[in-house]
């Protein structure tokens, strides 16, 4: 089992940024891709970014340019650094890990990301 627990959501104003951090534990060896999604009020949950053990990544057409994700293997953490944040950004944004990401084996709590002036 895995366990992803995430920080670094809060409220920013439009134009600003957030880094959301991930940090696994348990059976990590499992873990080939970790990443996020987010699920924004009455929106079906969608795939932000992830990134696999090789660094490969993939985001979502609207965040490109503007987040980056990126992953420490040794500490088990991986990060989504958001930039020029806009209102749509706002939702909740869960941690995903697993030996895919599409459907993930492993999802975290959920931080919430609001972006409001």
């Known amino acids: 089992q895995v366990q992803l627990v995430e920080s670094g959501g809060g409220l920013v104003q439009p134009g600003g940024s957030l880094r959301l951090s991930c940090a696994a534990s348990?059976?990590?060896?499992?873990?080939?891709?970790m990443g996020w999604y987010r699920q924004a009020p009455g929106k079906q949950r969608e795939l932000v970014a992830v990134i696999t053990t090789g660094g490969s990544t993939r985001y979502l057409g609207s965040v490109k340019g503007r987040f980056t994700i990126s992953r420490d293997n040794a500490k088990n953490t991986v990060f989504l650094q958001m930039n020029s944040l806009s209102t749509e950004d706002t939702a909740v944004y869960y941690c995903?890990?697993?030996?895919?990401?599409?459907?993930?084996?492993?999802w975290g709590q959920g931080t919430q990301v609001t972006v409001s002036s």
């Open positions: 995903i890990g697993g030996s895919s990401w599409s459907p993930p084996n492993y």
């Open positions: 348990g059976s990590i060896f499992s873990i080939y891709a």
